[in-house]
């Protein structure tokens, strides 16, 4: 049986590191806003670009911006901080700016613990690397009360059985599944919340072994699901 070490190592040897490319940051004012954390070494926007797309098609004020961090596996806590550390300044930009957006959070894998970590605050050791803590946001003050949405695809930090887990791998635990105080301020976000996880997927669902095709199927089952389930909280 692969331990959880040897999970994530087999996860960095199984993907293909991708050159990044900046986008252009959006900067008008649009009803509907959303900030996508891209996968581990994913170019800029990611695979979640097929979320926004389905929720904005047919709105006239509607649009997103990348969180802008390394994606890497190779400083897996550095990156993942920068990520956290520059998500929560720009969400909380944003919002400064269009207090009358609603914006909309998505996170697939290393992006989804990014997610998770502006929400619920993180930090710790995680394997043989250690995350720098980070501050929570509250769903009561700016920024957080402007989100309206947010959804996680095969999450790291995945924990098993919340009211918001969506799909085979609900009952499952991440390679790094939240506790404490950051599972309780992540989870004043709930209502908002929908995280899918297939239980055949090691990030997120428990699952052993070295087959990852699990991890990469989101985007052809739950796309359709989800922008769905976006639309019915904007």
Sequence with gaps: MLTK??????????VVATPINLDERQTACEDIHFFIARGSTEPYPGVQKDVVNRVCEGLSSC???DII???TL?????SAYGGVANGTAQI???AKSCPEAKLVLTGYSQGGHVVGDILGGGGGPFQDCTQKTSTPLSPETSPGNQIVAVVFFGDLRHTAS???NVGTGAGGNGLWPR??????SLNKFSESMHSWCFAEDPVCGGATGPDFSAHLRYFNESTPEAAA???TKL
Excluded: I, M, R
Excluded at 6 to 12: G, Q, R, S, V
Excluded at 74 to 78: A, F, K, L, S
């Design 162 to 164: 919340q009211t918001y």
């Design 5 to 14: 070490s040897l999970l994530f190592t087999a996860l960095l040897k199984a």
């Design 229 to 231: 389930w976006v639309k």
């Design 69 to 71: 961090y390394p994606a």
């Design 92 to 94: 909380t930009a944003y």
């Design 63 to 65: 649009g997103y911006e």
């Design 74 to 78: 190779e400083d897996y806590c550095n």
């Design 179 to 184: 506790s404490g105080s950051n599972l309780g």
